[in-house]
């Protein structure tokens, strides 16, 4: 009776292996009402984390399978930066996409920061008690930009380049302003 039990336990388990990956590769399965319905697999979301602690000129970032970057910390010495567009890491070069929280905390005599048009969004905290005054959006679209991405910030004035239409201009004010950001919007 107990190999019998053995038996039909190893027979269900190899079963279970056997049509698992079928049901996972889109076949067809019956629904509870009747008709035949497609199973679905996940899809994984467009950033999946590839490697944290990456670094390029010093400056920390986090890359993604997909080929792209975020700036974790921008480490720099001179009073004016931009935001790079790419960054190589163990001979492959990342899209710099995101700019994440605390990415100018630590860049203590860093005044002027220049966003190009390859950054696609600004996380929260992103210039949360940092030393940057001024910032220069240099870019056509507007950014998704979070709700407390200027809390504690020194950001006095955003310069906005007149190449951004009017319409993109106004969303960007508006996203300036959900970000907590209360100093001067001006157009270069």
Not at 120 to 140: H, L, Q
Request: charged share 30%; with cysteine.
């Amino acid at each position: 009776m107990v190999n019998l039990a053995k038996k039909f336990a190893a027979l269900a388990i190899a079963m279970s292996l056997a049509v698992a990956p079928v049901v996972s590769m889109g076949a067809t399965t019956g629904s509870p009402t009747g008709g035949k319905t497609e199973a679905t697999t996940e899809t994984k979301p467009e950033y999946v984390r590839k490697e944290t602690g990456a670094s390029d000129n010093g400056s920390a970032f986090a890359t993604y399978k997909t080929g792209k970057a975020s700036l974790k910390k921008l480490k720099t010495s001179k009073k004016s930066a931009t935001v790079p567009k790419t960054m190589i890491y163990r001979g492959l070069t990342y899209k710099v996409c995101v700019i994440r929280k605390y990415a100018f905390t630590k860049a203590k005599k860093l005044t002027t920061l220049t966003v190009g048009s390859n950054i696609v969004r600004i996380n929260k905290y992103a210039f949360y008690k940092s030393k940057v005054k001024t910032v220069k959006f240099n870019t056509k679209k507007v950014p998704v930009i979070s709700k407390k991405a200027f809390r504690k910030s020194e950001v006095k004035t955003i310069m906005i380049t007149r190449k951004m239409s009017a319409k993109n201009f106004k969303k960007l004010k508006k996203a300036l302003k959900k970000a907590k950001f209360k100093g001067k919007i001006k157009r270069y």
